[in-house]
């Protein structure tokens, strides 16, 4: 992306509004009715996942940002944030996944790339708007994007036998949460004052790849 940054800037409407459409489809389709169906508190972490967003966007808006008066990082912290939390949760998923069956545990993870590619793309693009240089988005990018899933799976690994569903539907549900914050009141209000032309076609796509991975993902049912 630090390549083809003109393609990125020109786009960066365009992949907002597609994360936005998987994010928040996933989050309400799947992984929210399987959250519950887990751990009957799930609503509550799912509340204090929003919130929590809510309150760390608030944070750097009023601290960081005021502290950088140039610079808005809260457009690029808080889907950061929110992104590296829901893949590290990712990583823990297909920790659990993997060690049920190796077939199923490589479907999972090449359906859920296909969103793991517009986050990365996005939150670089959006890090890079907030005021940040290259060289630190790129590192952050790569971090909350790519390396949360492996370090998910490399942490969970020995206490597999341990991760029962309740506590796996808590943290789906905290994530969730997260992610509706980010798609909702931060990816869709900034595409919308972009005004491209295929913004809705964007956030359709989104939508229909959100109804694919659903079709791949072993939240839940394989946890079980």
């Given at each position: 992306?630090?390549?083809?940054?003109?393609?990125?800037?020109?786009?960066?409407?365009?992949?907002?509004?597609?994360?936005?459409?998987?994010?928040?489809?996933?989050?309400?389709?799947?992984?929210?009715?399987?959250?519950?169906?887990?751990?009957?508190?799930?609503?509550?972490?799912?509340?204090g996942g929003y919130m929590f967003m809510y309150f760390f966007n608030r944070f750097v808006a009023a601290y960081v940002c005021h502290k950088h008066s140039k610079s808005n990082y809260a457009i690029g912290l808080t889907p950061m944030f929110g992104i590296a939390f829901h893949s590290f949760v990712d990583g823990i998923v297909y920790s659990i996944t993997f060690n049920a069956s190796v077939f199923?545990?490589?479907?999972?993870?090449?359906?859920?790339?296909?969103?793991?590619?517009?986050?990365?793309?996005?939150?670089?693009?959006?890090?890079?708007?907030?005021?940040?240089?290259?060289?630190?988005?790129?590192?952050?990018?790569?971090?909350?994007?790519?390396?949360?899933?492996?370090?998910?799976?490399?942490?969970?690994?020995?206490?597999?036998?341990?991760?029962?569903?309740?506590?796996?539907?808590?943290?789906?549900?905290?994530?969730?949460?997260?992610?509706?914050?980010?798609?909702?009141?931060?990816?869709?209000?900034?595409?919308?004052?972009?005004?491209?032309?295929?913004?809705?076609?964007?956030?359709?796509?989104?939508?229909?790849?959100?109804?694919?991975?659903?079709?791949?993902?072993?939240?839940?049912?394989?946890?079980?």
């Amino acid at each position: 992306m630090r390549r083809f940054e003109a393609w990125g800037n020109a786009n960066t409407t365009y992949f907002s509004c597609f994360s936005a459409g998987i994010l928040i489809s996933v989050s309400f389709l799947h992984i929210i009715p399987e959250s519950i169906e887990m751990s009957h508190e799930a609503p509550f972490y799912l509340l204090g996942g929003y919130m929590f967003m809510y309150f760390f966007n608030r944070f750097v808006a009023a601290y960081v940002c005021h502290k950088h008066s140039k610079s808005n990082y809260a457009i690029g912290l808080t889907p950061m944030f929110g992104i590296a939390f829901h893949s590290f949760v990712d990583g823990i998923v297909y920790s659990i996944t993997f060690n049920a069956s190796v077939f199923t545990g490589v479907l999972a993870s090449s359906g859920m790339i296909l969103h793991e590619f517009s986050e990365g793309v996005v939150t670089y693009m959006l890090l890079i708007r907030s005021g940040m240089s290259k060289r630190t988005a790129t590192i952050l990018a790569f971090f909350a994007a790519a390396i949360t899933t492996p370090l998910g799976m490399l942490s969970s690994y020995p206490f597999i036998s341990s991760i029962n569903d309740i506590v796996l539907g808590d943290m789906l549900a905290l994530s969730a949460g997260m992610l509706i914050y980010v798609g909702a009141t931060h990816l869709l209000p900034h595409a919308e004052r972009e005004h491209k032309k295929y913004s809705v076609a964007a956030l359709a796509a989104g939508i229909i790849i959100a109804i694919i991975i659903m079709n791949f993902s072993p939240h839940g049912g394989h946890a079980h």
